[in-house]
Nanobody, 118 residues
């Protein structure tokens, strides 16, 4: 069973930075394409960044501000977010990326709240 524990969310001023972490168990971040997502109440969850064997890709709104990385030894994902804006306010989740065999992920962690004040 996959377990995902996100942390690092906080209240930050616009222009600030945060580093989110995600401790993963039940699936290897080294051998699976992993991703960060975010969700605002009333809206669908959207992809923020995905780390795959072909490299890292980001949602269009990222515009070079975020970096995704992993520590294979710790089986942990990270999302470094810089130049934050109020539009980045959301609950952030980690999970595997969409898979052609498994489809979209269905089991989610509790997420971590990021709030950016103007």
């Amino acid at each position: 069973q996959v377990q995902l524990v996100e942390s690092g969310g906080a209240l930050v001023q616009a222009g600030g930075s945060l580093r989110l972490s995600c401790e993963v168990s039940g699936i290897s971040v080294r051998f699976n394409s992993m991703a960060w997502y975010r969700q605002v109440p009333g809206k669908e969850r959207e992809l923020v960044a995905a780390l795959t064997t072909l490299g890292t890709h980001f949602g269009d709104f990222v515009k070079g501000r975020f970096t995704m990385s992993s520590d294979d030894a710790k089986n942990t994902l990270y999302l470094q977010m810089n130049s934050l804006t109020p539009e980045d306010t959301a609950v952030y989740y980690c999970n595997r990326d969409w898979d052609p065999k498994l489809g979209a992920p269905t089991d989610w962690g509790q997420g971590t709240q990021v709030t950016v004040s103007s």
